[in-house]
């Protein structure tokens, strides 16, 4: 399967937390989650590298955290204290490395009382 897989989205309260999972196979430089929003272009949440290396985009920085399990060649994406602003499609992105890029087809994400 070339196109890493999302799942996990759903509907959560604000102050609340929601882990999202992406199945992805092959030889893997990068796995990163971005979002999007019918307001917003499509925006980095957050990536990690093939040596365990992560990275953050200021806005969910010390509220969300990328990891990854080699053996289901799987990669998670917590979330906690999600506000209302966090509401949009989540999707995930390989990268090889050749440098091709899949998408996931994404999955929804809403936070709301």
């Known amino acids: 399967q070339v196109q890493p897989v999302e799942s996990g989205g759903g509907m959560v309260q604000p102050g609340g937390s929601l882990r999202l999972s992406c199945a992805a196979s092959g030889i893997i430089s990068s796995m990163g989650w971005y979002r999007q929003s019918p307001e917003k272009q499509r925006e980095w949440v957050a990536t990690i590298t093939s040596g365990g290396s992560t990275y953050y985009a200021d806005s969910v920085k010390d509220r969300f955290t990328i990891s990854r399990d080699n053996a289901k060649n799987t990669v998670y994406l917590q979330m906690n204290s999600l506000k209302p602003e966090d509401t949009a499609v989540y999707y995930c992105?390989?990268?090889?490395?050749?440098?091709?890029?899949?998408w996931g087809k994404g999955t929804l994400v809403t936070v709301s009382s």
């Open positions: 992105k390989k990268r090889t490395y050749a440098d091709m890029e899949y």
